[in-house]
């Protein structure tokens, strides 16, 4: 198991700005350099038990990236923000279910698939003094029993070594950006968003 934490600033685009400019404009602005592997393909399963870890503030999540797969568990820090969050990697679901069940003392012993996500990441490194920051372009698919939903783009900006001021003087500046506003929302808390809404207007239509 490894050990990390995680912290990081989340972002949505305003309405009419399209995610072409808004990416364009971040890299010239920001003077962007790209990652060593600049886009990536993330295929997520997000599991839970009767929203058992939603409501505890808890994101169990498969992910696989080309041949590589990962299990993380994320545990935030803080129950108003998702700004920092413990991030623990495993090789198995099963190793994730043991530490839910001996760790966290939730009597847990089954998970079950709750939303699927299809991610396609454009990486960038944001330098400043000794500090690396990660910039994330993400235009995300999600899938509700194999059924895609509307899409949705995000920016991700995460610390990845470094002084956490930095971090914080680059969001002060992206919050002020016109096209751009803050998010408190996970992706997968977006996309269940999006589910319920979807199931909401398929009910209100048998009604009518």
Same mark, same amino acid.
């Given at each position: ?36 592997? *600049? ?8 599991? %839970? ?18 041949? +590589?797969? +990962? ?11 998702? %700004? ?48 690396? &920051?990660?910039?994330?372009? %993400? +235009?995300?698919? *999600?899938?509700?029993?194999?059924? *895609?939903?509307? *899409? ?22 992206? &919050? ?12 997968? %808390?977006?996309?269940?968003?999006? &589910? ?13």
């Amino acid at each position: 198991m490894e050990n990390n934490l995680e912290i990081e600033k989340k972002y949505l685009l305003k309405e009419n700005t399209t995610k072409e400019f808004a990416t364009n404009f971040l890299i010239s602005k920001l003077s962007l350099t790209k990652s060593p592997t *600049p886009i990536l393909i993330n295929h997520d399963i997000y599991y %839970d038990k009767c929203n058992l870890l939603k409501n505890l503030g808890l994101n169990a999540r498969q992910r696989k990236v080309g041949k +590589e797969t +990962e299990y993380t568990l994320k545990i935030k820090l803080d129950t108003q923000s998702i %700004d920092k969050r413990k991030e623990l990697n495993f090789t198995s679901l099963e190793e994730m279910l043991k530490f839910i069940q001996d760790n966290l003392k939730l009597p847990i012993h089954h998970l079950s698939e709750n939303l699927k996500l299809i991610t396609t990441r454009k990486l960038y490194h944001y330098n400043s003094k000794d500090t690396l &920051i990660e910039i994330c372009f %993400d +235009e995300v698919n *999600p899938y509700y029993e194999n059924i *895609p939903l509307e *899409p949705f783009f995000m920016i991700e900006s995460e610390l990845k070594k470094g002084n956490i001021k930095e971090l914080e003087y680059l969001n002060n500046t992206l &919050i002020q950006l016109p096209f751009l506003k803050t998010c408190n929302l996970s992706k997968k %808390d977006i996309a269940l968003t999006k &589910i319920n809404s979807a199931q909401n207007l398929i009910l209100k239509r048998t009604k009518d």
